[in-house]
């Protein structure tokens, strides 16, 4: 447990020291719905504010925020400390490759829901509205979505990847991932095919949540979440079966 404290401790220090990542991950969708909600801002509107804080459009931001969050600083950071070295060094430091990225994930699962909180605060703020549900949702949704996400992500991890070509992969892949994350089903199996987007499933994810704490449950969003978790799960577990902490790239 102290080998753990201390491992957390040098982690969280090392993530808060990396201004960047605040930026990317937090400031920059909180600009954008600041600024696209810009009018409703200076001219607040009860009925409207309610209704922007009861719709999906809420929940994208939660997506992205912990989308960019645990890929960024879970699988590429994971990714990139292997190629160097890092991890390995760490590994014969802590004696276990599991705890290091166990560690790295709850320390940024504890980020993640200060940047959640905070969002919700400057939304609810924002818009001169006070929804619990809404708070409540987006810490739920932090805690139960970030994990499968994580672990579908970790298929990154298996891949052959040079460190200076990670950036340009990974904003690839965001962007394709909110590409399709964004568009709209037309039928059930759509639906259910599109949650395979970590992007789709996590902003229906958040729309389950918030339809709860407000009364409404849907079974068939609980069927589709839960099918896609599975999968998430089972890829993660293959994927991390293959994880080594030696550098992929200089053993071929």
Request: hydrophobic share 55%.
């Amino acid at each position: 447990m102290r080998k753990f404290k201390a491992l957390y401790h040098v982690i969280f220090l090392d993530t808060l020291d990396n201004k960047f990542v605040f930026v990317f991950n937090l400031l920059m969708p909180t600009a954008f719905y600041l600024s696209n909600n810009f009018s409703l801002i200076l001219h607040p509107s009860p009925n409207i504010a309610r209704q922007i804080l009861s719709s999906n459009a809420i929940g994208l931001f939660w997506a992205y925020i912990i989308f960019v969050t645990m890929l960024n600083m879970v699988i590429f950071q994971t990714l990139t400390d292997r190629e160097s070295g890092f991890y390995k060094e760490y590994y014969f430091i802590v004696g276990s490759k599991w705890q290091i990225f166990v560690t790295n994930f709850l320390v940024q699962q504890t980020i993640l829901l200060i940047e959640i909180a905070l969002f919700n605060l400057i939304v609810m703020a924002s818009l001169r509205v006070w929804n619990i549900a809404l708070f409540v949702a987006g810490l739920i949704t932090t805690l139960v979505f970030a994990i499968p996400v994580t672990l579908v992500c970790c298929l990154f991890l298996t891949l052959k990847i040079k460190i200076k070509s990670i950036s340009i992969i990974e904003t690839l892949f965001i962007t394709a991932m909110f590409i399709l994350g964004t568009m709209s089903a037309s039928n059930i199996w759509e639906d259910l095919l599109m949650t395979f987007d970590p992007v789709y499933y996590l902003s229906k994810g958040s729309s389950f949540f918030l339809n709860i704490l407000t009364g409404n449950i849907n079974l068939t969003a609980i069927l589709q979440l839960a099918i896609a978790t599975l999968a998430y799960v089972l890829v993660g577990a293959y994927s991390l079966s293959r994880f080594d902490v030696k550098p992929i790239l200089r053993r071929v």
